[in-house]
């Protein structure tokens, strides 16, 4: 079914309270919100839209994408603008851009994702912290962790690091940098005095990847686990079992999806 136009939209939501991106029956998802607004915003008017991949419940993003084909060119200030009044609290569009190439698909096309994960630990954190980052109440060796996040990056086998991968699934991938730097970008008066930042970037990823990579660096970090564990763990040919430490959803944020040049 062909449409007139078609445009790229950034936006941005806060996940806490919904099930993930995509549609789900009885489920509040942010495409069903997303297309809620679009169906008022754009009344009357045949449209479909298409996310850049999706995310698990309570995950958020600063800059997420999403193609929409519409029959009816629009202005794209007054989109923005009226969509933003008509939009739940917990969504925004930050731009719009009508995309000439025809050939333009937000799923195939060569891209690079950047997530963040948020975490802090050794106390309580206040209540108001947690759809944003993750308090681990043990003391973790950071240093450590620091060191371990370095093992990711690279060509490796993560199957250990995928839940429940069929054969099909392609667990050899590369992840271009994997660290852990203190948190100075996200803060808020009720945020614990020092809190942590794990930074990925890749191509693509697997099911909950991230957060089994910092379920594991989590483990390190306590001392349950050692850097020779994390190596043989991206090993393919290691017999150590699937990894069961899987960090909370509401400390991954997809921070930044930039689109490659053909």
């Not at 450590?144 to 995928?162: D, P, Q, V, W």
Request: include cysteine.
């Amino acid at each position: 079914m062909n449409y007139n136009y078609a445009y790229l939209v950034r936006f941005q939501y806060l996940g806490f309270r919904f099930h993930g991106w995509q549609k789900q029956p009885n489920l509040k998802t942010v495409h069903w919100a997303l297309d809620k607004t679009l169906k008022f915003v754009c009344k009357g008017i045949r449209c479909k839209t298409i996310g850049v991949g999706r995310t698990d419940a309570k995950v958020s993003s600063t800059n997420y994408a999403y193609q929409l084909f519409i029959d009816e060119k629009l202005d794209e200030n007054i989109f923005i603008e009226t969509f933003n009044v008509n939009s739940p609290s917990d969504i925004r569009v930050t731009a719009i851009e009508r995309i000439e190439d025809e050939s333009f698909n937000i799923i195939q096309h060569p891209k690079q994702k950047e997530y963040r994960y948020y975490f802090s630990f050794g106390e309580k954190n206040h209540p108001y912290c947690a759809p944003f980052l993750v308090g681990y109440l043990d003391h973790l060796n950071i240093d450590l962790m620091i060191e371990g996040a370095k093992l990711f990056e690279g060509f490796h086998n993560f199957k250990h690091y995928c839940t429940k991968p069929s054969e099909e699934t392609k667990v050899e991938r590369t992840i271009d940098s994997c660290e852990i730097i203190e948190n100075t970008e996200l803060t808020a008066s009720f945020f614990p005095e020092k809190s942590y930042i794990l930074i990925i970037k890749g191509q693509g990823f697997l099911r909950n990847q991230i957060r089994l990579i910092m379920g594991a660096l989590a483990e390190l970090g306590k001392g349950n686990y050692d850097l020779d564990f994390i190596k043989q763990s991206l090993d393919g040919n290691s017999n150590i079992e699937f990894l069961k430490s899987i960090a909370p959803a509401s400390g991954l944020h997809l921070h930044e999806v930039n689109f490659k040049k053909n």
